[in-house]
C-alpha cells in the first residue's frame, strides 16, 4: 500500500503543471508581451497575464520586455478578469508610464 501511495504521489507531481502564481500588489515583475489588441475605447495594447491577472500595456508590441509595479488589481466588469493597474517601464527603451487599469 504505501509502495502504491508513493507511486501515485510521484506521478501526480510530475504530471500536474505548475501553476503560475498570481501577481500581488506592491511587487514589482519583468514581463514580454504576449498579445496584441486595439479597443475602441482604450486604443491599442499589449497583453499578459502573470497567473491569473491581466496586464495591459498601451501601445506595447508583441515580444516587448517591461518591468511592472503592480498598485492594484480590480475585477473588469467588462470581461470579469483580474486586472491590475500598475506603472511600467520598458527594458531597453525609453517607454514609461501607467497601464491600463480595469474599468
Given at each position: 500500500?504505501?509502495?502504491?501511495?508513493?507511486?501515485?504521489?510521484?506521478?501526480?507531481?510530475?504530471?500536474?503543471?505548475?501553476?503560475?502564481?498570481d501577481?500581488?500588489?506592491g511587487?514589482?515583475?519583468?514581463?514580454?508581451?504576449?498579445?496584441?489588441?486595439?479597443?475602441?475605447?482604450?486604443?491599442?495594447?499589449?497583453?499578459?497575464?502573470?497567473?491569473?491577472?491581466?496586464?495591459?500595456?498601451?501601445?506595447?508590441?508583441v515580444?516587448?520586455?517591461?518591468?511592472?509595479t503592480?498598485?492594484?488589481?480590480?475585477?473588469?466588469?467588462?470581461?470579469?478578469?483580474?486586472?491590475?493597474?500598475?506603472?511600467?517601464?520598458?527594458?531597453?527603451?525609453?517607454?514609461?508610464?501607467?497601464?491600463l487599469?480595469?474599468?
Amino acid at each position: 500500500m504505501l509502495r502504491f501511495l508513493l507511486t501515485t504521489t510521484a506521478v501526480l507531481a510530475l504530471a500536474l503543471p505548475a501553476t503560475a502564481q498570481d501577481a500581488e500588489v506592491g511587487q514589482e515583475y519583468e514581463i514580454t508581451i504576449a498579445t496584441e489588441e486595439d479597443n475602441q475605447y482604450t486604443g491599442p495594447y499589449g497583453q499578459v497575464r502573470i497567473g491569473a491577472i491581466v496586464v495591459k500595456v498601451p501601445d506595447a508590441k508583441v515580444e516587448e520586455r517591461y518591468t511592472v509595479t503592480i498598485t492594484a488589481i480590480r475585477q473588469n466588469q467588462y470581461s470579469g478578469d483580474r486586472q491590475a493597474s500598475c506603472e511600467f517601464e520598458q527594458i531597453d527603451g525609453d517607454r514609461e508610464g501607467m497601464c491600463l487599469p480595469a474599468p
